[in-house]
């Protein structure tokens, strides 16, 4: 949280924001049907990009070691977690892909969902309760998915 902090405070420049909002539209760009980039080419763009973002925002060379490190520090519980609780990284992803996906289909704190139901005139009470079914559906599956991937151990 500590980095979160930081990094609100420092990208308080408009300019920044904007050029920042630009890189990571680019960056989006990397997929296998645009430049053929995988997990070391975007692993680098991640870094460099981060590097870059650090200098705009004036962290200077100290600040963004620092931000790098209060990241993975934010991280490294997590990944502690996940390998304590024995499965592999492909499965931990993919649990995190599904809770991600399907809760983005109900969460109110999702501008894009509220955005389009503002824009179809739905209220948020009657979407909820016309999608809750599904989200039922949803969590049953991804539940028998993962029960799956941990008995095959996907990704070994």
């Given at each position: 949280?500590?980095f979160?902090?930081?990094?609100?405070?420092?990208?308080?420049?408009?300019?920044?924001?904007?050029?920042?909002?630009?890189?990571?539209?680019?960056?989006?760009?990397?997929?296998?049907?645009g430049?053929?980039?995988?997990?070391?080419?975007?692993?680098?763009?991640?870094?460099?990009l981060?590097?870059?973002?650090?200098?705009?925002?004036?962290?200077?060379?100290?600040?963004?070691?620092?931000?790098?490190?209060?990241?993975?520090?934010?991280?490294?519980?997590?990944?502690?977690i996940i390998?304590?609780?024995?499965?592999?990284?492909?499965?931990a992803?993919?649990?995190?892909?599904?809770?991600?996906?399907?809760?983005?289909?109900?969460?109110p704190?999702?501008?894009?969902?509220?955005?389009?139901?503002t824009?179809?005139?739905?209220?948020?009470?009657?979407?909820?309760?016309?999608?809750?079914?599904?989200q039922?559906?949803?969590?049953?599956?991804?539940?028998?998915?993962?029960a799956?991937?941990?008995?095959?151990?996907?990704?070994?």
């Amino acid at each position: 949280m500590l980095f979160a902090r930081r990094y609100r405070a420092e990208m308080k420049r408009p300019g920044a924001t904007r050029l920042l909002d630009l890189l990571a539209a680019l960056s989006h760009r990397t997929d296998s049907g645009g430049f053929g980039w995988y997990i070391i080419e975007m692993s680098a763009l991640f870094v460099a990009l981060g590097i870059l973002m650090g200098a705009i925002g004036g962290l200077g060379a100290n600040g963004v070691a620092r931000a790098f490190m209060d990241g993975v520090r934010d991280l490294a519980p997590t990944a502690m977690i996940i390998g304590l609780v024995g499965v592999t990284r492909q499965t931990a992803v993919l649990a995190f892909q599904m809770g991600d996906g399907f809760t983005n289909m109900i969460i109110p704190t999702n501008a894009v969902l509220m955005g389009v139901l503002t824009l179809a005139g739905i209220p948020w009470p009657s979407w909820a309760r016309w999608i809750l079914p599904l989200q039922i559906s949803l969590f049953a599956l991804g539940v028998l998915a993962l029960a799956v991937a941990v008995y095959v151990g996907y990704g070994t």
